[in-house]
């Protein structure tokens, strides 16, 4: 059933037993700065409680694995289900999407001995052959959410006129001055794009297919907030002519004049209201604004064919997938920029998200995961700040609407030569 969402893990080359309880914890260690209310939050539809989360990645492995797999299973709380399913029709009812910010029960604690219990019944699972495909789906579903959970909480605590910290540091630097941009130039022609090893990988970056690109080059780092600010001094976001039709109704009606978080010179962040640094990657801004900036700066926003092919050609610190500013444990998480491709800012592409070629998905409930939502959203890539290290690949699609900016989001430029 799992097979063509998760793709071919190889246990030989990962302990996925190990893999399991260093990822279940990570999601317990994000919880333990936030307070029963604080899990509790929903500031926005598109976010959920972290505690949501908290629950959510248990009804994964308890309805996919245990339920389904494991004879003689029974549910912790057979009313669970309905509270904590996302959006599987297949598995039934479930609580509207945003009134998930209304379940102040159960209360942090249960759900905690529910993935307790959950984890400990896994465990007859975890060497299981027959398993380890969807075993390998449900970590990778659980490292989306941790993300998710960063950026959801963020949001939340950005609502509160204190300004609150979650994790109290003092705000790292960039890794170096920003510097002039530079560009990967790569000569087009044909090429094969999406998943082409035996590692994990989501249903929707294969099947692997030819595609044709013509001369164009990526830039070598994303672009800051001094360069955002000069296209605000610019009038960027009172000029009709840089944007979509779209954006420009969005950019109108929404009256909105600059990035997400942005006050003055200051931004927020997982540490509260920090001081923006102007040699970091420019964060949490839409789509549109992303096309618009592009169009400003008389380039455009690559292809998601384009990105891939530079971050599959050399052998530089820039397409190591292993580098960049990603997440390691539960810290703040804060753009720093740099010239890896991975990590910082999931990056806009200009490509909608669509079937590849012969895609087919998965038959059952997990088949709902990627393919009914390939419709008016567009396809980012890389990873972000809040991206658990070694989650990404360089055929990894990740999709948003084109007005959300809730993420850490972000953008590289591409030219034609």
Known sequence: MAEAIARKHSPATRNLAEAYRTTRQLTLDLLKPLSEADATLQSIEDASPAKWHLAHTTWFFETF??????????LFDESWPFLFNSYYEAEGERILRGRRGMLSRPPVSEICEWRAHVDQAMEALLDDTA??????????????????????IKHAFSMNPLGPAIWDRAPLAPVAPAGEMGWHEHPGGITVIGHQD??????????????????????????????????IADGGYRNAALWLSDGWAWVTSEKIDRPLYWRGEEQF?????????????????????????????????????????????????????AGGNQMDCAISPLPRGGHSLFGDCWQFTRSAYLPYPRFIPAEGAVGEYNGKFMSGQVVLKGASCATVRGHSRASYRNFFYPTQRWQFTGLRLAKDI
Do not use: K
């Not at 694995?65 to 029974?74: A, E, I, T, V």
């Not at 398993?131 to 990778?140: F, K, N, P, S, V």
């Not at 929707?204 to 955002?228: I, K, Y």
């Not at 050399?314 to 997938?321: E, I, L, S, T």
């Open 131 to 152: 398993c380890q495909d969807l075993i390998a789906l449900g970590l990778a579903h659980e490292q989306q959410h941790q993300e998710l959970l960063l950026t959801d």
């Open 198 to 231: 035996d590692g994990f990988a989501f249903d929707n970056e294969g099947p692997a297919h030819r595609t044709l690109l013509e001369p164009f080059a990526l830039a070598d780092r994303l672009v800051t907030n001094a360069e955002w600010s000069a296209f």
């Open 269 to 321: 962040t997982h540490s509260g209201w920090q001081a923006r640094h102007p040699d970091a990657p420019v964060t949490h801004i839409s789509y549109f604004e992303a096309d618009a900036y592009a169009t400003w700066a008389g380039h455009r926003l690559p292809t998601e064919f384009e990105w891939e092919a530079i971050a599959r050609s050399g052998d530089n610190m820039a397409h190591d997938v």
């Open 65 to 74: 694995l245990l339920r389904d797999h494991l004879p003689d299973y029974r």
